[in-house]
């Protein structure tokens, strides 16, 4: 005959695997409870291997992913998959649960688009960039008569500082520090028991 698995310490739901004591998190990490939806939505500015790295991890963290790139061009010859792709920041349906990463510093367009982005009531905006070169989004904002306070708005660079070089590390770390926000942490170590 089988044990009965059902009673406190066998994964019954007053108590979890090895007796632990279920709570949220805990039956959230074991499949034991749906995940709960989210408002939360990431526009990415510009198509980039960050980009593509940044959407599916975002889709997968539930997370409405829509990629904002004006040069139609750039979005047929390098679609990102089961994404919503606009061509402006009007039609991205930018709003206060809204985060927006720009994923190419580069871009001759750069001023433009984040001027549009910061025009619309933004819950976060954070642009790909290292400290240790000049941040180029700033005089292209005061070009266009952006006032500093919502220069001031854009964090640079974006994550968190885990050394991040390669696409999908920036996206790892860029997410992981949008996911500390949404969970209300600081993202950083757990402190040493």
């Not at 695997?17 to 408002?39: F, I, K, N, Q, S």
């Not at 809204?98 to 984040?114: A, I, Q």
């Amino acid at each position: 005959m089988a044990p009965d698995d059902s009673g406190p310490g066998h994964g019954g739901p007053e108590h979890g695997r090895a007796g632990h004591v279920h709570d949220e998190a805990c039956e959230l990490a074991h499949g034991d409870r749906p995940v709960p939806p989210t408002d939360r939505r990431l526009v990415l500015a510009f198509v980039s291997p960050v980009a593509h790295e940044l959407a599916e991890l975002a889709e997968r963290l539930r997370w409405t992913v829509v990629v904002l790139e004006p040069e139609s061009r750039r979005m047929d010859e390098d679609p990102i998959p089961y994404v919503r792709q606009v061509a402006t920041a009007d039609l991205a349906g930018i709003d206060n649960a809204t985060d927006v990463v720009v994923c190419d510093h580069d871009r001759p367009e750069l001023g433009d688009v984040l001027a549009a982005v910061l025009a619309r009531p933004t819950r976060w905006v954070g642009i790909m960039g290292s400290l240790r070169h000049t941040a180029p989004h700033v005089a292209a904002l005061r070009e266009r008569g952006v006032g500093e306070s919502d220069i001031a708005r854009v964090h640079r660079p974006i994550g968190l500082d885990i050394g991040s070089r390669t696409p999908m590390e920036i996206a790892l770390s860029t997410m992981a520090g949008l996911l500390a926000d949404r969970n209300d942490r600081s993202g950083g170590a757990y402190p040493a028991p």
